[in-house]
């Protein structure tokens, strides 16, 4: 039999971190006091497989599939429950903790209405993946399964089949630990037992995608991706979210230029094992409504006769008086974008008036989401310098005639539905030029009108809260003709005659990193082509 590695977290030791020497399966090695006997197995390549057990719960060791031999012990150990000891000699295949695993394995699948064909899981199910390791015989159980209900709606985002649930209680743990709420629950016993809604609730709180993840089985589905896609036919590409200023790790899972989920990518100092439901459903932007073509007049044009339009009509009101040039940065551009237009702005073209836009705050928790839905808004404002005026400024500056021309890079929030914003005299310009990723109210009012990259479509790297400088990187092809901002920036800087060549995104985070202190530690990280997704039991 062969079984594919299952791979848990490794505990890094710290300098004052007791260890425990520890024998498993004849190989001894050091571990720190504390570390969960199934992680120590499988960093050292056990296999031992798990149901219950993630690593960001706590662990109820219910499902008994991870049992071990530990000398000494009469009866085989849950080894998610148990923590190493030192001198502790494990055996993790002896014939009867291999015997075990496969008896409960078998009860598990004893009612299991064994529906790969049409779940939304195949392909990253446990269940199905420890059958094929580990068993991968006949049912031995030809009685009536017991029914249980199917397609049941337990909240806006969810949809429970109650008979793929294998009662582990993960999802539970995740709205009560992570969420901190009640919202699930079992009920009834024995073949009967059922995963239920607390009474009074729905699964609606803003984590709650975060139990389809962690649900072992496709009992839980994602109502914005069932059906949408099977499992193997995804890409996957590490990025940021962007949906707001924590920047939780994500995995930006892919097919055909379309992205069709985001799921959380653990990072202990940001997110962990976690993301909002509203982080997730952002991807959604990058495919709605795009900007695909560059405009001029209102006409699409090719890129050349664009960036030819747009620097004539820019020289133009510089000549006019550079006093009244003003430019618009975004706290939803990549560093690299922000960097190359503050260059522009500030070093090339010796510009005095410089705005800040972003989508409006929201609502905030102190679990991850942050009030402040814009994910770079820290690099925005280190890159600015102090240089940097709000939107309130921009919209008296243009009520009292001081600007006449505009370059907007990023419309995100430039039209606010409530805000200062949402009463931008526009009209009042003489010229307006604007890099934009969408068609909207102010790529329709400019003259000309550049298509740009969303976040998932070029790279970069975003800011956090907490001033964690991370990689984002292009997941999908651009929309349209769309380019990256520094590259549009670095064309239209020579339409302007400066000299400003970047030629990838990394030359621009190389010398942004040089230039600004708050950069002089990040990684670019190495290149990562798009990867069809694994079996993706890790995030489970
Ligand atoms: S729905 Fe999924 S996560 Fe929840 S108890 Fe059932 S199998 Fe476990
Ligand atoms: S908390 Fe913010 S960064 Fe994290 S998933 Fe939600 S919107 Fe995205
Ligand atoms: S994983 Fe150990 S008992 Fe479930």
């Known amino acids: 039999m062969t079984t594919t590695p299952i791979t848990t977290t490794p505990t890094p030791p710290s300098s004052s971190t007791e260890m425990v020497t520890v024998t498993i399966d004849g190989k001894t090695q050091q571990f720190p006091k504390g570390t969960v006997l199934l992680e120590a197995c ?110 049941v709606d337990i909240g806006p985002r969810i949809v429970l089949d109650q008979e793929r649930c294998i009662l582990c209680t993960r999802c539970i743990r995740v709205c009560d630990e992570v969420a901190k709420t009640h919202q699930l629950e079992m009920a009834d016993r024995g073949d009967h037992e059922i995963l239920t809604t607390a009474p009074g609730h729905k699964l609606d709180n803003p984590y709650s995608l975060n139990t389809v993840d962690v649900c072992p089985v496709g009992a839980l589905t994602s109502k914005d991706f069932r059906f949408e896609m ?88 510089l000549d006019a008086g ?112 604007v890099i934009g990723t969408h068609r909207d109210e102010v790529s329709a009012a400019a003259k000309v009108a550049l298509p740009l990259c969303e976040w998932a479509e070029s790279d970069g790297t975003f800011t956090n809260r907490l001033g964690m400088v991370q990689r984002v990187r292009a997941a999908v092809p651009p929309a349209g003709d769309s380019l990256p901002g520094w590259e549009i920036l670095s064309h239209l800087a020579r339409k302007l005659g400066a000299t400003m060549e970047f030629t990838e995104a990394k030359t621009v985070f190389a010398e942004a990193k040089q230039k600004l202190p708050f950069m002089k530690d990040a990684e670019w990280g190495r290149p990562l082509l798009p990867v069809q997704l694994r079996f993706a039991g890790s995030r489970g």
Not at 50 to 61: E, I, N, Q, R, V
Request: aromatic residues 6%; charged residues 20%.
């Open 42 to 151: 499988n960093q050292m390549g056990a296999g031992v497989p798990f149901f219950c057990y993630h690593p960001g719960l706590t662990s109820p060791a219910v499902c008994r599939q991870c049992l071990v031999d530990v000398k000494g012990q009469p009866k085989p150990v849950p080894s998610c429950y148990t923590p190493v000891a030192d001198k502790m000699e494990v055996m993790t295949k002896s014939p009867r903790a291999l015997d075990v695993r496969r008896q409960m394995l078998e009860f598990t699948l004893v009612n299991h209405p064994i529906d790969c064909p049409i779940c939304d899981k195949a392909g990253e199910c446990l269940l199905q993946k420890h059958y094929f390791d580990w068993d991968a015989k006949l049912a031995r159980n030809d009685g009536i399964k017991i029914k249980k209900a199917k397609v």
């Open 230 to 317: 099977r499992v193997w036919e995804l890409y996957t590409t590490p990025s940021i979210c962007p949906g707001c200023a924590t920047g939780c790790n994500i995995e930006v899972h892919h097919s055909r230029g379309k992205i069709q989920r985001l799921v959380p990518r653990q990072n202990d100092q940001v997110n962990e094992h976690w993301m909002c439901d509203e982080g997730r459903l952002t991807y959604k932007r990058v495919h709605a409504e795009r900007l695909a073509a560059p405009m001029s007049g209102g006409a699409p044009v090719d890129w050349d006769e664009a960036l030819d339009d747009a620097g004539r009509v820019l020289r133009a009101a």
């Open 322 to 433: 550079s006093a009244g040039v003003g430019v618009v940065m975004n706290a939803q551009s990549t560093n690299e974008d922000l960097y190359a237009l503050a260059r522009l702005t500030f070093d090339h073209l010796g510009l005095g008036k410089a705005y800040l836009a972003g989508l409006d705050q929201g609502w905030s928790d102190d679990i991850l989401v942050s009030a402040d839905k814009n994910p770079n808004t820290a690099g925005a404002m280190a890159i600015g310098a102090g240089r940097l005026r709000t939107l309130l400024d921009l919209a008296n500056d243009l009520k009292s005639g001081a600007l006449h021309t505009l370059l907007v890079v990023g419309t995100h929030g430039v039209i606010g539905k409530d805000g200062a914003a949402g009463a931008l005299p526009l009209d009042r310009l003489t010229t307006l030029v």
